[in-house]
């Protein structure tokens, strides 16, 4: 395949015209190890909630009525569920496109009897436009999203004012979204966007420490001994 036919497929997978608006991500075709295929085979009918355009309940798919946390792209799935199993008393719902994290992340949820996690693998914006009911998160995660370094390619970033103004919606008075990121010009428009929203309040004055339910990667451990800065950042709906 040409450089050029990549980069129309590309354009194709970023803009969706029955949306009319570039997605932030581009649909990769990810090699299934047979350990994910397993776990896909096997523990997807119990873990995965199909998209639908319609609401879909927190307290019957987790069989319990608990603190609800949506992950955003959560890759291979080993932050989440170090976080899930940290803290059982909620529930956390992972949003991911790609089917080899979605493998990895289900190999996890067996492996360490998971019971407060659920996963749907379909585009972040449809999920929670049609999905997720008005008022109904604690709290959202969003965890080292693609950079999109190239200044060009700025606009396809998630972190955007109408996607922050529809994740805001979804959450309840007093609950949160954690933002971190690898990249200083993403932190810095991470910052310039959540804090312009004026529905939200940040917890600190700028950045903010990273909380201790955020584990640290073997990545990000790495590129902080090679003097990379990490930022996070919580805001609170008011």
């Known amino acids: 395949m ?5 980069d129309d497929a ?22 299934l190890s047979t350990a994910q295929a397993k776990a896909l085979e096997t523990l997807g009918p119990q873990f995965c909630i199909p998209y639908v355009k319609a609401p879909f309940d927190f307290d019957q798919a987790f069989g319990r009525s608990a603190p609800t946390i949506l992950e955003i792209g959560f890759g291979m799935g080993d932050t989440t569920a170090k976080i899930a199993a940290g803290m059982p008393e909620k529930n956390f719902i992972g949003v991911e496109v790609h089917t080899p994290g979605v493998g990895s992340l289900l190999k996890l949820i067996g492996e360490q009897q998971l019971a407060n996690l659920r996963i749907i693998q379909h585009d972040a914006f449809e999920v929670i436009t049609h999905m997720i009911a008005t008022e109904s998160l604690d709290g959202v995660h969003i965890f080292f999203p693609d950079p999109w370094h190239k200044a060009r390619h700025n606009k396809r970033r998630l972190i955007q004012a109408p996607f922050v103004k529809l994740l805001v919606s979804r959450l309840k008075p007093g609950a949160y979204i954690h933002c971190a990121t690898d990249w200083q010009d993403y932190a810095e428009q991470m910052l310039q966007v959540l804090g312009d929203e004026p529905a939200l309040q940040n917890t600190a004055d700028g950045y903010a420490p990273r909380p201790a339910y955020r584990p640290v990667t073997k990545f990000e451990n790495r590129g902080l001994r090679l003097g990379h800065g990490v930022w996070d950042l919580v805001f609170v709906k008011r």
Do not use: C, K, W
Request: positive net charge.
């Open 2 to 6: 040409s450089d050029n036919h990549s």
């Open 10 to 31: 590309n354009r194709q997978m970023l803009y969706d015209p029955t949306e009319r608006r570039i997605r932030s991500f581009v649909t990769r075709a990810g090699r």
